[in-house]
């Protein structure tokens, strides 16, 4: 069974402790959460999903990211949504490699990766 998949962003829970506190992404919800790393000059596929939306927090100055046709350079801290179908594609612009946190919220699949442009000539779905 597939989970319904959320059109936008999920409310991020900011949870106050005494020594600080820490915002909460997903809570009981099926998810799964992958921290990206892209080396100086490369870039992922410009793809999407059918079975899951993501959100994507930049770790580190460098990434350069495409969410549909709008393409900008992400300063640490940054939150960048992407519904279930949007064209995405995550671009590392510096000169030391960046991370990417990304929760995926839905069934997370390597299977339901569709590809429209591909640096290293992988098919166009899946793997």
Known sequence: MIPSLPESRPPVGQVARPWGGFHQYALNR????SLMQVQPGQRLSLQSHTRRAELWIVL????????????????????IWIRAHERHRLACAGERPCRVLEVAFG?????????????????????
């Open 30 to 33: 099926e998810c799964t959460v």
């Open 60 to 79: 580190d100055p460098g990434a350069r990211v495409q969410v549909g046709e709008r393409v900008w350079d992400c300063q640490p801290g940054e939150e």
């Open 107 to 127: 069934r997370w699949e390597q299977a339901d990766i569709t590809r429209y442009e591909d640096d290293f000539q992988r098919p166009a779905v899946g793997e």
